[in-house]
């Protein structure tokens, strides 16, 4: 599967952004889809899951209550939806998938990924 993150950029503190993630070459619902994200000097972080029906959610607690993630109607784009950023939330942002046929969600062992989009959050 491929994936192609956008919707990234420059916003004020308290701003919001909606990131999307195009997913191409394999059939949607056999993937387990996250948010990832990574700051400079930092690991990279789980950010939010969903499994491929999109009926179950998960988001980290750094972001809990200001970011939701979503699948789009025709199945083929992720979303991640963020509100009250805060200047910690700057990093590259990056979407990711693993191959599941059971409609769990999972916070790591994605073994694809997108190339990542800029965040960056002005105080």
């Known amino acids: 599967v491929q994936l192609q993150a956008s919707g990234g950029g420059l916003v004020q503190a308290g701003g919001s952004l909606r990131l999307s993630c195009a997913v191409s070459?394999?059939?949607?619902?056999?993937?387990?889809w996250a948010w990832f994200r990574q700051a400079p000097g930092k690991e990279r972080e789980f950010v939010a899951a969903?499994?491929?029906?999109?009926?179950?959610?998960y988001t980290a607690d750094s972001v809990k209550g200001r970011f939701t993630i979503s699948i789009g109607n025709a199945k083929n784009t992720l979303y991640l939806q963020m509100n009250s950023l805060k200047p910690e939330d700057t990093a590259v942002y990056y979407c990711?998938?693993?191959?599941?046929?059971?409609?769990?969600?999972?916070?790591?062992?994605?073994?694809?990924w997108g190339q990542g989009t800029q965040v960056t959050v002005s105080s």
């Open positions: 969903i499994n491929w029906s999109g009926s179950s959610t």
């Open positions: 070459g394999r059939t949607f619902s056999r993937y387990s």
């Open positions: 990711a998938a693993r191959q599941d046929y059971t409609n769990k969600l999972y916070t790591g062992g994605f073994d694809s």
